[in-house]
């Protein structure tokens, strides 16, 4: 069974940091790209980030290039999202979800709230 | 940016009867290697989106049958043959064609 895990988000104040884990199991993560997706409160879906199977290859949304960074351990099944400079319009819900194969976004974690607030 | 448009974005249906939701696209959906990355996604109340259906019309592991999917180039739309209450929440059309990856606002489906 395809299991993605987020690590708990958290409160941060404007300008601060935070690093967003999901640990992956039952497929073999170091074959499949992997993303993160965002849900501010009540709203809509909004792509953030990829990754290719390697880690060397990534992508990003406007909104957030050069403050977030994407990055995967894949003798650890993990994939990573480094927070730098977070703005109140960061908050969200943020989702680890699997690329899939034919489809680009299969499988999505329970998601981890983020939080940004003075 | 490819902008994906749904409509409605409400729709009171009947159990036990059929719902449709149209999704347009800005851009051809259609990628180079000639197949069309639109997808369907289902968000329940209080749950993460769920993946219904992939490439316009492949109903995804577990999806029943109830759910299909049809279109080409930039129209699609996603169809419930009866609709059950297990099928109320949000749904969204994405596209995986061309990054970034975009998503309609979504159609509440809701029972009358």
């Known amino acids: 069974e395809v299991q993605l895990v987020e690590s708990e988000g958290g409160l941060v104040q404007p300008g601060g940091s935070l690093t967003l884990s999901c640990a992956a199991s039952g497929f073999m993560f170091n074959t499949l790209w992997m993303h993160w997706v965002r849900q501010p409160p009540g709203e809509g879906l909004v792509w953030v980030s990829r990754i290719d199977v390697e880690g060397t290859i990534t992508t990003y949304a406007d909104s957030v290039k050069g403050r977030f960074t994407i990055s995967r351990d894949n003798a650890k099944n993990t994939l990573n999202l480094q927070m730098n400079n977070l703005r109140v319009e960061d908050t969200a819900i943020y989702y680890c979800?699997?690329?899939?194969?034919?489809?680009?976004?299969?499988?999505w974690g329970q998601g981890a709230l983020v939080t940004v607030s003075s | 940016d490819i902008v994906m448009t749904q409509s409605p974005l409400s729709s009171p249906v009947t159990l036990g009867q059929p719902a449709s939701i149209s999704c347009r696209s800005s851009h051809s959906l259609v990628d180079t290697d000639g197949t069309t990355y639109l997808n369907w996604l289902q968000q329940r109340p209080g749950q993460p989106p769920r993946l219904l259906i992939y490439?316009?019309?492949t109903r995804f592991s577990g999806v029943p049958d109830r759910f299909s999917g049809s279109g080409a180039g930039t129209d699609f739309t996603l169809r419930i043959s009866r609709v059950e209450a297990e099928d109320v929440g949000i749904y969204y059309c994405?596209?995986?064609?061309?990054?970034?990856?975009?998503f309609g606002q979504g159609t509440k489906l809701e029972i009358k």
């Open positions: 994405t596209q995986a064609t061309q990054f970034p990856y975009t």
């Open positions: 979800v699997r690329g899939g194969p034919g489809s680009g976004l299969d499988y």
């Open positions: 490439q316009i019309s």
